[in-house]
T-cell receptor
Framework: KQEVTQIPAALSVPEGENLVLNCSFTDSAIYNLQWFRQDPGKGLTSLLLIQSSQREQTSGRLNASLDKSSGRSTLYIAASQPGDSATYLCAPRFQGAQKLVFGQGTRLTINP | EAQVTQNPRYLITVTGKKLTVTCSQNMNHEYMSWYRQDPGLGLRQIYYSMNVEVTDKGDVPEGYKVSRKEKRNFPLILESPSPNQTSLYFC????????????FGPGTRLTVT
C-alpha cells in the first residue's frame, strides 16, 4: 500500500530559526511530489513541485529536496516567521495513480 | 486570475436532501478531482476526471456522483447525504499527464445533520 508519513506531527519554534520538515513515502516509483501549505479551515496552497528527475526546488525561503531511492523528501524553511505558521502537507503522485497521496501533515507554529 | 472556485463554501443540510457542490477552473485543465478531508484520515480522493465525459472512482466514491460535461466544470453530487459525509471538500485540477502541478480550490465545508 502506498503511504506517506510526515514527521514531526507538530512543531513549535521561535521566530528566526531554520527548520526542516520530513516526509517519507513507501514506494519510490513516483512522478513528482508537491508540498502544500494549509491554514486552519482553509484551502491548500501549492508551495513547491519536485519532478522525479529533480533533486531539489527552491522558492524564496523554502527549499524542498527529494531522494526518490530512499523514499524521502524534506522541506527546509529558512529564517522562519510567524506568518509561516500553518500545516504543511507533502503529497507524492505515485506512478500508475491518478491522485495525490497525502501525509497527515506537520502543524507548524512560529512564536514571535 | 488562474484559479479553482467552489460553491458554496459552507453548507449545512439535513439527511437525504440532495445537494450539488460546484467546481470550476479557468486554466483549461484536462484533469479534475474531488477530495475530502477528515481529522485523522487526511485527504482522500473521491472521484477524478481525465477529460470531458471521462470520470472514474477514487478511494471513497460511495454516496457521491460526478459529471464532466464541460472541461471547466466538475460538480460533486450527493443524492442522499448522510451525517458521515460531513467533511471538508476540495476540488483540484491540473493540466494532466504525469508531471503537472495540482491546483486546489478553497474548500467547501459541509455539515449534514
Amino acid at each position: 500500500k502506498q503511504e506517506v508519513t510526515q514527521i514531526p506531527a507538530a512543531l513549535s519554534v521561535p521566530e528566526g530559526e531554520n527548520l526542516v520538515l520530513n516526509c517519507s513515502f513507501t514506494d519510490s516509483a513516483i512522478y513528482n511530489l508537491q508540498w502544500f501549505r494549509q491554514d486552519p479551515g482553509k484551502g491548500l496552497t501549492s508551495l513547491l513541485l519536485i519532478q522525479s528527475s529533480q533533486r531539489e526546488q527552491t522558492s524564496g525561503r523554502l527549499n524542498a529536496s527529494l531522494d526518490k531511492s530512499s523514499g524521502r523528501s524534506t522541506l527546509y524553511i529558512a529564517a522562519s516567521q510567524p506568518g509561516d505558521s500553518a500545516t504543511y502537507l507533502c503529497a507524492p503522485r505515485f506512478q500508475g495513480a491518478q491522485k495525490l497521496v497525502f501525509g497527515q501533515g506537520t502543524r507548524l507554529t512560529i512564536n514571535p | 486570475e488562474a484559479q479553482v472556485t467552489q460553491n458554496p463554501r459552507y453548507l449545512i443540510t439535513v439527511t437525504g436532501k440532495k445537494l450539488t457542490v460546484t467546481c470550476s477552473q479557468n486554466m483549461n485543465h484536462e484533469y479534475m478531482s474531488w477530495y475530502r478531508q477528515d481529522p485523522g484520515l487526511g485527504l482522500r480522493q473521491i472521484y477524478y476526471s481525465m477529460n470531458v465525459e471521462v470520470t472514474d472512482k477514487g478511494d471513497v466514491p460511495e454516496g457521491y456522483k460526478v459529471s464532466r460535461k464541460e472541461k471547466r466544470n466538475f460538480p460533486l453530487i450527493l443524492e442522499s447525504p448522510s451525517p458521515n459525509q460531513t467533511s471538508l471538500y476540495f476540488c483540484a485540477s491540473s493540466l494532466g499527464g504525469r508531471a503537472f502541478r495540482q491546483y486546489f480550490g478553497p474548500g467547501t465545508r459541509l455539515t449534514v445533520t
